[in-house]
Every structure is written in C-alpha cells, then in structure tokens.
C-alpha cells in the first residue's frame, strides 16, 4: 500500500516556473513508474510526463515537451515536477501517480494557476 502527496503548487506568471514534489510513503521497486496528471473542471484528466524508479526512461505529454522535467530522489522517496515557461493553460490540479504490479495509486493533487 502506497501513500502520496503532493505539494509545491501555487501562482506563477507567464513565463515563470514552479517545482512540484510528490512525497511515497515507502521506497517504491525498481521497475515501478511515476508521473504526473493534470485536470481542470469539466474535463478529463490529461497525462502529463512519467519516469521509471530506476532510471532516467521518460515519456512526456507534447503539450508540456520541453518545458517540464520529471524526476525523482531514491533517497527521499520523492518525485518532482519541473514546470518552466508556464502558461495560462497549464491551469490545472495536477496529480502525482505510481504504477505498480497491478495497481495505480494517486495523490489528493496541487492547484497550479498561471496567470496571464
């Protein structure tokens, strides 16, 4: 059983960036994945970029392509989101994710908003 939370979220402008962090509850296996969603109201919600625990293996949304990074801490069980160059609509509740053998967990999600 895994636990995650989210945290890092806020305003940011035009242009400007903001770090996410998803804290695990317990060291996740090596072939597990991480990533990142975001949502806003009335629509679905979107994959955002997702990394291997045990490598440097991503795949990336091309909305987001080049201008956010995923990464993670083995040792802070941790996982982060990079967000530079935001936009407006990059508006969104974004939420931390882990797969593992036979099972998706979730975080409760961050509000980022970009103003204009």
């Known amino acids: 059983q895994f636990q995650l939370l989210e945290s890092g979220g806020g305003l940011a402008r035009t242009g400007e960036s903001l770090r996410l962090s998803c804290v695990i509850s317990?060291?996740?296996?090596?072939?597990?994945?991480v990533g990142w969603s975001r949502q806003v109201p009335g629509k679905k919600r979107e994959f955002v970029a997702q990394?291997?625990?045990?490598?440097?293996?991503?795949d990336y949304a091309d909305s987001i392509k080049g201008r956010f990074t995923i990464s993670r801490d083995h040792a802070g069980n941790t996982a982060y989101l990079q967000m530079n160059f935001l936009k407006p609509e990059d508006t969104a509740v974004y939420y931390c994710?882990?797969?593992?053998?036979?099972?998706?967990?979730w975080g409760q999600g961050t509000q980022v908003t970009v103003s204009s």
């Open positions: 994710h882990l797969d593992t053998v036979g099972m998706r967990y």
């Open positions: 317990k060291s996740p296996d090596n072939e597990y994945i």
């Open positions: 990394i291997r625990w045990s490598g440097d293996e991503t």
